[in-house]
């Protein structure tokens, strides 16, 4: 599957941004989408994910209650709502296709990925 991130941005600290990632070719025939982020130097961290089938989702501790994501069948299209934005949420996110072995938290879990979309948080 190929997946084509957008909707990053420039944004001021506890502003909001909405990230899209659709699933182009046939309908996302994976069970799981996640959402990742990679800071410069670091590595590449969870930040959410969403079965495809019933909507269940699974945040990190550093974004519950301020991240949301969601998917819309219809368009083929996952969403990461971003709220209550910090400098340190600055970074590359990448959404991601599972690799049909159930739920993971890292990067290893999953085996198709966006080009990532640049988030920068300014203070």
């Known amino acids: 599957v190929q997946l084509v991130e957008s909707g990053g941005g420039l944004v001021q600290a506890g502003g909001s941004l909405r990230l899209s990632c659709a699933a182009s070719g046939r309908t996302f025939s994976r069970y799981y989408m996640g959402w990742f982020r990679q800071a410069p130097g670091k590595e590449r961290e969870f930040e959410a994910a969403i079965r495809w089938s019933d909507s269940s989702t699974w945040y990190a501790e550093a974004v519950k209650g301020r991240f949301t994501i969601s998917r819309d069948n219809a368009e083929n299209t996952g969403y990461l709502q971003m709220n209550s934005l910090k400098p340190e949420d600055t970074a590359v996110y990448y959404c991601?296709?599972?690799?049909?072995?159930?739920?993971?938290?890292?990067?290893?879990?999953?085996?198709?990925w966006g080009q990532g979309t640049q988030v920068t948080v300014s203070s």
């Open positions: 991601a296709a599972d690799r049909g072995y159930g739920l993971g938290y890292k990067s290893y879990d999953y085996g198709d």
